[in-house]
């Protein structure tokens, strides 16, 4: 069983920086692939980021490229999303899933664990 629990949203102007944090409770985390999804109102979830449980690979939707980084941090049972040069269509919740296994993949029922979400709003 893995508890994953999102922090670090809030309100920010376009142009500015929020850093995700999610922290993971669990004895098997380190064997999980971690991804990043959003969804925004009356819109689907959709991936945004992953890696891979070495850390090693990232992976990231065309849509943030360039713009967000995300890591991980085994030691402290923790994976982050870097977001910069934020625009309103960054507006979403944003969701921490966990897959179990070693390859990152975008469809949400992959997915064996889910965080509740925080909110992330760029104002224009």
């Known amino acids: 069983q893995v508890q994953l629990v999102e922090s670090g949203g809030g309100l920010v102007q376009a142009g500015g920086s929020l850093r995700l944090s999610c922290a993971a409770s669990g004895r098997a985390y380190s064997n999980y692939a971690m991804s990043w999804f959003r969804q925004a109102p009356g819109k689907e979830r959709d991936f945004v980021a992953g890696?891979?449980?070495?850390?090693?690979?990232?992976y990231y939707a065309d849509s943030v490229k360039g713009r967000f980084t995300i890591s991980r941090d085994n030691g402290k049972n923790t994976i982050y999303l870097q977001m910069n040069s934020l625009k309103p269509e960054d507006t979403a919740i944003y969701y921490c899933?966990?897959?179990?296994?070693?390859?990152?993949?975008?469809?949400?029922?992959?997915?064996?664990?889910w965080g509740q979400g925080t909110q992330v709003t760029v104002s224009s």
């Open positions: 899933a966990a897959r179990n296994g070693v390859t990152v993949v975008v469809h949400t029922n992959q997915y064996d664990y």
């Open positions: 890696i891979t449980p070495s850390g090693r690979s990232t």
